[in-house]
């Protein structure tokens, strides 16, 4: 019997040293931990602040980037070798963001009908996003609807995608006050469209954007009021273009009926075709210029006094070929 206990106690001392044996052994496997705290130690982001000549906003950018005017009231951060990679930044009034969601769907539509709500996460409390793909790339559509809203358009591609990057710079925009006493704020903005060969100044708290090859679109919101702008070449057939007006409001009017007349005020549009009819919303109209720059706008206003700062811009539309 001692013998018997004496090996019992021999086999238990055995296993007790080696469950010990095996935890020294697995110790190792915690070394990881060791890693996050050396890539907590590593140096932080290289960021240089910019401030913008076109808007009032200040951002800090990643190396190998740089702020450039695009156009007045938009800016883009753009790579150095990566062109395709880039974003748009455009500083909106602050009523803007009541309409965000509008104008954010808006946008991504125009970049794809197969546009879907962002189902990631940004640097940004209220945010509204969309995302579209186009052939190898993603366009991001992006709304903040904080304080001081903005539209972000990141452009990047599906196999190296840089949101990240782009959203690192993003977080770091701060608007800046303008000195309204020295600088007194433009009622308007000049808008170059990169669509067609011309420009024109765009009222404040309305937008300007190319919708389609041979189309641009100027709106306050585009469910309710907005002017699409189109050139006519040299040697059109006016009488085709015209019976596609007419046709055009009648399709749209409640009735059917359709008032044609010729505009007779303002300088650029004077002496115009107009065709005109009312609509369910509103009312809806087509100027067919011939003479100075030759173009067709369709205008859709829910009230009438909603022409009028459509008229006030169509006059400044200037062909820049």
């Known amino acids: 019997m001692k013998q018997r206990s004496k090996l019992l106690i021999s086999i238990v001392a055995a296993v007790t040293l080696l469950s010990a044996c095996n935890e020294q052994t697995t110790a190792p496997a915690k070394q990881p931990v060791a890693n996050e705290e050396q890539q907590k130690k590593q140096a932080p982001l290289e960021l240089t602040p ?36 880039w974003m748009r930044i455009e500083l909106l009034p602050k009523e ?70 782009f959203m690192t710079m993003a977080k770091t925009i701060q608007q800046t006050e303008t000195e309204t006493s020295e600088q007194p704020n433009e009622s308007f903005f000049t808008y170059k469209s990169s669509n067609q060969p011309f420009q024109a100044n765009i009222l404040n708290g309305y937008q300007a954007e190319a919708v389609e090859p041979g189309k641009d679109m100027i709106f306050l919101d585009e469910e309710k009021a907005s002017m699409t702008v189109e050139l006519i070449d040299d040697g059109a057939d006016w009488s085709l273009i015209e019976e596609q007006a007419e046709q055009y409001v009648k399709a749209s009017s409640k009735d059917g009926t359709v008032e044609k007349v010729t505009w007779t005020k303002g300088t650029l549009l004077n002496g115009a075709d107009v065709y005109k009819s009312a609509i369910t919303d509103g009312e809806v109209y087509v100027f067919v210029v011939k003479s100075g720059t030759p173009m067709r706008l369709t205008i859709f206003v829910q009230q009438a006094d909603g022409l009028d700062p459509f008229l006030q811009m169509a006059e400044t539309i200037k062909r820049i070929d």
């Open 96 to 165: 803007a963001k009541e309409q965000m969601e509008t104008y954010a769907k808006e946008r991504a539509m125009a970049v794809s009908e197969e546009a879907t709500p962002f189902e990631g996460t940004l640097p940004f409390e209220d945010a509204i996003v969309y995302e579209a793909s186009v052939d190898n790339s993603v366009v991001y559509i992006i709304g903040v609807t904080e304080d001081a809203p903005m539209f972000l358009t990141v452009f990047t591609k599906k196999e190296d995608n840089w949101l990240d990057r």
């Open 50 to 85: 910019v401030e913008s000549t076109n808007q009032p906003f200040t951002i800090s950018l990643l190396p190998k980037f740089s702020l450039e005017a695009e156009e007045p009231g938009k800016d883009v951060v753009m790579h150095e070798s990566e062109q395709e990679q």
